[in-house]
């Protein structure tokens, strides 16, 4: 049995994809201005749902009430995955999703009492990626196009292309994981510096075995593009970024040249960490695994 392509699911997980966006400026945004502990407090913020608007409080209080408006954004995709989309794995998926942004905003509140100490703003940033990507997967999986009879190709090569994309992915994660912990000052720029290097690398070898394998594939062929120039920009806008930031270190505050390359950089970074996840799901989708495969489209069934 198909499952049925709802137009509407398919809009709103666009639309929550697009706030989760908007979370990830206002959350880029509470770092580059310092005003992580602009409000002591947590989940109000001096006790309130309406504090001050001023200074640091502005940018804190802002993040907080995009954050909870986009959990309860997620509440209700994940019920309308579960009450109109005929795949049980996809239903699942919609309550992973709200599993996910109960344990974002618990860090989120840990981050703040434990008073950014243990790692924790590092885990927040991480896991604001992971969810991010989960919503930009429920909207493809909910697409018209994945759910259509699409070619199938054929992949003799090792490793095998799955492989190549979730290792991929995992590069670019990896990556992220260090840009986080260099804002929060757990870690010297070095390391991130170095490894922009290694994806840039892994990047282009995915794309070049993309290329190589599935050149007759229009989709395959597009994601790749869009990988490697993400991939291009992201560097450009993190060589602009640390150069804001060196001229600027002797600033007693962010300048606007620095938070608005801070921003950006954090933005696309998670955009790029998306792309790679949507990637995966392409070839996953497009290409058998060896072992055989399962329509992505039957109720029930998990694609292999």
């Not at 990830?24 to 502990?37: H, I, K, N, P």
């Not at 909207?139 to 994309?165: G, N």
């Not at 930031?245 to 998670?270: E, L």
């Amino acid at each position: 049995m198909k499952a049925t392509y709802h137009s509407g699911v398919h809009k709103f997980a666009l639309f929550v994809v697009g706030w989760a966006v908007l979370l990830l400026c206002a959350g880029a945004l509470v770092t580059s201005e310092d005003a992580a502990l602009a409000v002591p407090d947590w989940p109000l913020s001096y006790g309130s749902i309406t504090p001050p608007m001023v200074g640091g409080i502005a940018f804190e209080h802002t993040h907080r009430v995009i954050a909870a408006i986009l959990g309860l954004f997620i509440v209700v995709l994940s019920i309308v995955l579960w009450r109109k989309d005929e795949r049980q794995w996809v239903r699942w998926f919609g309550l992973a999703a709200v599993a996910g942004v109960i344990v974002q905003g618990i860090l989120g509140g840990l981050t703040v009492l434990k008073l950014l100490h243990y790692w924790l703003p590092v885990m927040h940033a991480c896991m604001a990626q992971i969810m991010f990507a989960t919503l930009v997967a429920i909207a493809v999986i909910t697409s018209r196009w994945w759910m259509e009879e699409l070619p199938q190709y054929e992949d003799k090569a090792t490793p095998t292309i799955h492989t190549v994309v979730v290792l991929n992915s995992c590069a670019i994660f990896l990556q992220i994981a260090l840009g986080a912990a260099f804002r929060h000052k757990y870690s010297p720029v070095t390391p991130h510096v170095v490894w922009a290097l290694g994806v840039l690398l892994v990047a282009s070898w995915t794309a070049r075995q993309l290329h190589r394998r599935f050149s007759n594939s229009k989709e395959i062929s597009r994601v790749r593009a869009l990988l490697h120039g993400i991939v291009g920009l992201q560097l450009l806008l993190g060589i602009v970024a640390l150069w804001t930031r060196m001229r600027s270190a002797d600033d007693p505050q962010p300048m606007p040249a620095v938070v608005t390359a801070t921003v950006i950089h954090t933005v696309v970074g998670a955009i790029l960490f998306a792309v790679s996840i949507l990637v995966v799901l392409f070839c996953y989708r497009l290409v058998p695994r060896r072992r055989g495969v399962l329509l992505a489209t039957t109720k029930g069934e998990v694609p292999a």
